[in-house]
């Protein structure tokens, strides 16, 4: 998962950046409210964590703000006040969900994966396609019932196809969600994370779910899906050398 986390106290900042990538999340951060909105416009978050008290404006504007200019990415206030009203205010602004400090740790994250995953259409931790079964809480991956194991890009990768399914990822949004813009390769070691983990995928019993869309990028397709196998006939054949 990809996070933008808003907060001006930097040793709290610190405290929730190491905890979240800690969880294999990518963070980027900033401290003022002005800089989060334009971040939310540009940058394909899957969540933002946001303090109340910023240095330039109330969280609350953000909320609204982003709400304002159809920026429905998913924010979880993380705040001091712990006031009824300031919950119903966030809520009423377009807030998710609602965490007042000191938090728990283990609450923090739950609650972040749980807001994610409705917000992708999924009530459960176990997303399933085909014979893959991934879970978003303890980040295990099986194909077939054999367990698969990843490394921490591969891990990121599947699970952003798997909770966009359907949809046609670019190596550029693949690089975006890795790197956050930070020290990024060259976009050709997308086309080689997505071979490694094909192979691993085939090789535990779960093969051909990621297709390849040919000038465009690459998609999660469930095998058993009419419009999957529709689809199927559209795409090229997939290898690593077409894909690059």
């Known amino acids: 998962m ?134 978003l809480d303890s980040r295990e991956v099986q194909a077939d019932g054999n367990a698969v194991h990843l490394t921490g890009k591969e891990y990121a990768i599947l699970e952003l196809l798997v909770l966009r399914r359907g949809m046609v990822l670019t190596k550029e949004a693949f690089l975006n969600h890795l790197y956050g813009g930070i020290d990024e390769p060259e976009m050709k070691i997308i086309d080689v994370f997505i071979c490694k983990l094909r192979k691993k995928l085939a090789q535990a019993g779960a093969g051909n779910l990621i297709g390849t869309v040919w000038g465009r990028g690459y998609m999660m397709r469930d095998p058993n899906s009419p419009a999957a196998l529709s689809a199927a006939a559209l795409h090229a054949p997939e290898s690593l050398n077409a894909a690059a």
């Not at 159809?70 to 969900?97: C, H, Q, W, Y």
């Not at 923090?108 to 176990?126: D, E, N, T």
């Open 2 to 135: 990809r996070v933008l986390l808003v907060e001006d106290d930097a040793t709290a900042a610190r405290a929730v950046a190491m905890m979240l990538r800690g969880h294999g999340a990518i963070v980027d951060q900033t401290d003022t409210g002005e800089e989060a909105l334009e971040l939310s416009r540009h940058y394909d978050y899957d969540i933002v964590v946001l303090d109340l008290l910023l240095p330039d404006m109330e969280g609350f504007e953000v909320v609204r703000r982003m709400r304002s200019a159809r920026v429905e990415t998913p924010v979880l206030i993380l705040s001091g006040l712990n006031r009824p009203n300031a919950k119903v205010k966030g809520f009423g602004m377009g807030a998710d969900d609602y965490i007042t400090k000191p938090f728990d740790k283990d609450e923090l994250i739950a609650r972040i994966q749980a807001v994610i995953r409705r917000s992708k259409g999924y009530s459960q931790p176990v997303l399933r396609v085909g014979s893959l079964q991934l879970n």
